[in-house]
């Protein structure tokens, strides 16, 4: 592609995120990782489980793993609304996960450029799990690190 001038223009990659909200903050989640997006359901509690696992739900006959993302950062309990879903992820390391979010909003696509990896949040909980804040149409979105959120489950 060239511009008005014939100087080659070259586009730069961009990765699309789900934007989700959690509590009153915007959150972005890399599609790729995003396996399906489903309403809340039954769950099954299991005993003895680290405190940001909520449970587990049948998903087809597939047992998945629940995980709250609030409890995770450490935020305000779950508040279950009609517009809670569960983001079913699929990671190499761990299978299919859900985790709960209070309100799927929209598909955005973002270039690097468009993200600010050194920008930090109030909270140092939240921040391990954020790689950078993006840009989009003026609003801030905190871009979740996946694979950290789940390298800590050990920490409750």
Partial sequence: MTDEYGLEVVEKEKVQYIV???GNEQYGLDISYVDNIVRMCKITRVPKA???YIGIINLRGEVVPLMSLRRKMKLDDDEFTDLSRIIILKTEEMGLIGVVVDEVKEVI???EDEIDENAKTQSPEKDNFISGIGKNEGELISILEISSIFDEVDNA
């Fill in 20 to 22: 989700v909200s959690i």
């Fill in 50 to 52: 680290p405190f940001h």
């Fill in 109 to 111: 696509a973002l270039s």
